[in-house]
């Protein structure tokens, strides 16, 4: 089945470390996201792309990077730089241009100690 | 600025009565709107969207919501609320002008009594 799988589902570092979340897309899909999601929040952009090779900043970037070297990959490095880095994280991805409908992981929480 | 509302942060309502979740947006012109749901520990699910055309739309799970452009609202219904329902619902909205940013409301966490 076509979908979007995110690893790990549970991440633990600490205070000082870098730590990467992948996230793997089979649905051919050229946008993909990464969303941060804290209590109370909603959902707020890190980062998105649109296609290979190329990124945006979203609202809350800052103390995060991306790569997109593949289709079907993007994933995210939250940077010691994070100063509150402990959350749940969503990768999601769309179709095209206008459509909107979001397809989402089942998230990975971090949680720094 | 573009924003969605979601005015309730949590609702309780009893197992079989009738929902309504409320959602406005703030925007130049009508986007495309969407309610999404996510359970514990999950990704979100899409449950409907409206694009254009009939202002009732049906989703998922038997969920159905209305546009209504007068007020910049699309409120999320359900007829009789099964246990499972419980779950925190997303309203959203993405320019229908073309665009790759959806903005999301805060969320309204559902709870079910028996």
């Known amino acids: 089945d076509g979908g979007i799988t995110q690893s790990p589902k549970y991440l633990f570092r600490k205070e000082g470390q870098n730590v990467t979340l992948s996230c793997e897309q089979n649905?051919?899909?050229?946008?993909m996201y990464w969303y941060r999601q804290d209590p109370g929040q909603g959902l707020r952009l890190i980062y998105y792309s649109q296609i290979v090779n190329d990124f945006q900043k979203g609202d809350i970037a800052e103390g995060y990077s991306v790569s997109r070297e593949k289709k079907e990959s993007f994933p995210l490095t939250v940077t010691s730089a994070q100063k509150n880095p402990t959350a749940f994280y969503l990768c999601?991805?769309?179709?095209?241009?206008?459509?909107?409908?979001?397809?989402f992981g089942e998230g990975s929480r971090l949680t720094v100690l | 600025a573009q924003s969605v509302t979601q005015p309730d942060i949590h609702i309780t309502v009893s197992e079989g009565a009738s929902l309504e979740l409320r959602c406005n947006y703030s925007?130049?012109?009508?986007?495309?709107l969407f309610w999404y749901v996510q359970s514990p520990g999950q990704g979100l699910q899409l449950l409907l969207k409206y694009f254009s055309g009939d202002t009732l739309v049906q989703g998922i799970k038997g969920f159905e919501a209305e546009f209504k452009r007068s007020q910049s609202s699309f409120n999320l219904r359900k007829p009789s609320v099964h246990w499972s329902d419980a779950a925190e619902y997303f309203c959203?909205?993405?320019?229908?002008?073309?665009?790759?940013?959806?903005?999301f409301g805060a969320g309204t966490r559902l709870f079910v009594k028996a």
């Open positions: 959203a909205v993405v320019p229908s002008t073309g665009g790759f940013k959806t903005i």
């Open positions: 999601a991805s769309t179709g095209g241009v206008g459509t909107g409908e979001l397809f």
């Open positions: 925007y130049g012109a009508t986007p495309y």
């Open positions: 649905l051919n899909h050229d946008a």
